[in-house]
């Protein structure tokens, strides 16, 4: 199973960016998929999470700025990502498994039983 990120790039505060991440190897019709961003020497923190059933999760930080969809049809989900602000400078990664999306912000069911994207940077400048 392989996860594959794109879309990150360099921004200016207050623009957009739309991240991708294709799956292959695996058809996620079930199960969580989820967005994380992490920065040098920092813990990776949940972002959004998209379940099957189409409920989304968020964190509070991103809330009214980020959106997760998901396309069962091409195995992907994405992240479309406004207002950005220098805050959000991270490298975002994927994941995604076979379980619903209870802890969702929690890297460590992720690292148990699903998989990770190599991760793609974004940076925000003021």
């Known amino acids: 199973v392989q996860l594959m990120e794109s879309g990150g790039g360099s921004v200016q505060a207050g623009g957009s960016l739309r991240l991708s991440c294709i799956v292959s190897g695996y058809t996620y019709n079930s199960g969580c998929m989820a967005w994380f961003r992490q920065l040098p020497a920092k813990e990776r923190e949940g972002v959004a999470s998209?379940?099957?059933?189409?409920?989304?999760n968020y964190a509070d930080s991103v809330k009214g700025r980020f959106t997760i969809s998901r396309d069962g049809a091409k195995n992907s989900v994405y992240l479309q990502m406004n207002s950005l602000k220098p805050e959000d400078t991270a490298t975002y990664y994927c994941?995604?498994?076979?379980?619903?999306?209870?802890?969702?912000?929690?890297?460590?069911?992720?690292?148990?039983?699903?998989?990770w994207g190599q991760g793609t940077q974004v940076t925000v400048s003021s």
């Open positions: 994941a995604a498994d076979g379980l619903g999306c209870g802890s969702w912000d929690s890297p460590s069911r992720f690292a148990r039983d699903g998989y």
């Open positions: 998209s379940d099957s059933d189409g409920s989304t």
